[in-house]
DNA sequence: CCCTGATCATGA
DNA sequence: TCATGATCAGGG
């Protein structure tokens, strides 16, 4: 087994490729494509994801795109607890801070990271040193209605916020699926971004990011909740 | 700097 | 204990 070298060309080749991982760890992973585990995360947080990434062919990169543009597919890891819940929430997309032409939900990048979504579980536990981190079977996901229909209800209350110069304003607590928090490497990075009055202010840059409520749902909707 | 991949660490 | 706010690494 090696990492892919080229993109998968259908859904069903990348489904097929996301089935093999299934069960093997992280370290399994790291030794067969020959880089070095990190001990533990604190310095490498999107570890787990990049190699993923590079075991499915996904083409690497910061592109505002999804990971899989030609399927209109979407990766994302899904750390989890002991109990099989998310034991972190989901980075989504940067958040346009100057605000739009119009608030488009259809054109936003929300919608289109989310439209369709392989999700690959992960042993999340912090106990759990990362090479043993096992991964488990893939989902293949698509928002339904009402979770699109919520999706888009918080995505365009926060934007409306967000064009309303009340970025400041806005914290980690609104939104009941979305929400937004800061997304910079640390605290002295700042943008530009639509301040009281409509002057431009700088403020940290944000991110969109989906609760663990939320994620909790689709795993229980596939894989069934007791 | 912008944006991707995320998890960490602290206060409530 | 847990979510919020902060932080880490790399490509372009």
Redesign the pocket.
């Given at each position: 087994m090696q990492p892919a070298s080229t993109p998968p060309q259908s859904i069903e080749e990348l489904w097929q490729r996301a089935n093999q991982l299934a069960g093997l760890s992280l370290g399994d992973l790291a030794a067969l494509a020959g880089i070095e585990m990190p001990s533990?995360?604190?310095?490498?947080?999107?570890f787990?994801?990049?190699l993923?990434?590079l075991w499915l062919g996904a083409s690497?990169?910061?592109?505002?795109e999804q990971?899989f543009p030609e399927l209109g597919v979407?990766?994302?890891?899904l750390?989890l607890s002991a109990t099989g819940t998310p034991s972190?929430?989901?980075?989504v997309?940067?958040a346009?801070l100057l605000g739009q032409e119009r608030i488009d939900w259809e054109a936003s990048?929300v919608r289109n990271?989310l439209h369709c979504v392989l999700w690959i579980p992960?042993d999340?536990e912090?106990e759990i040193p990362p090479a043993q981190r096992q991964i488990g079977t893939p989902i293949l996901w698509q928002p339904s209605d009402e979770q699109l229909a919520q999706l888009r209800a918080d995505w365009e209350e926060l934007m409306e916020r967000i064009s309303l110069g009340e970025i400041e304003q806005i914290?980690?607590?609104h939104g009941q699926y979305l929400?937004l928090?800061?997304?910079?490497?640390?605290?002295?990075?700042?943008?530009?971004a639509i301040g009281a009055d409509g002057r431009l202010i700088k403020t940290?840059?944000r991110?969109f990011?989906l609760?663990?409520s939320f994620t909790q749902q689709i795993l229980d909707n596939h894989f069934g909740s007791a």
């Amino acid at each position: 087994m090696q990492p892919a070298s080229t993109p998968p060309q259908s859904i069903e080749e990348l489904w097929q490729r996301a089935n093999q991982l299934a069960g093997l760890s992280l370290g399994d992973l790291a030794a067969l494509a020959g880089i070095e585990m990190p001990s533990d995360f604190r310095r490498q947080k999107g570890f787990s994801g990049q190699l993923l990434e590079l075991w499915l062919g996904a083409s690497a990169g910061s592109k505002p795109e999804q990971d899989f543009p030609e399927l209109g597919v979407e990766l994302k890891t899904l750390p989890l607890s002991a109990t099989g819940t998310p034991s972190e929430t989901t980075y989504v997309c940067y958040a346009p801070l100057l605000g739009q032409e119009r608030i488009d939900w259809e054109a936003s990048n929300v919608r289109n990271k989310l439209h369709c979504v392989l999700w690959i579980p992960i042993d999340g536990e912090r106990e759990i040193p990362p090479a043993q981190r096992q991964i488990g079977t893939p989902i293949l996901w698509q928002p339904s209605d009402e979770q699109l229909a919520q999706l888009r209800a918080d995505w365009e209350e926060l934007m409306e916020r967000i064009s309303l110069g009340e970025i400041e304003q806005i914290t980690a607590r609104h939104g009941q699926y979305l929400q937004l928090r800061p997304k910079a490497a640390d605290g002295s990075k700042v943008t530009d971004a639509i301040g009281a009055d409509g002057r431009l202010i700088k403020t940290r840059p944000r991110g969109f990011y989906l609760r663990k409520s939320f994620t909790q749902q689709i795993l229980d909707n596939h894989f069934g909740s007791a």
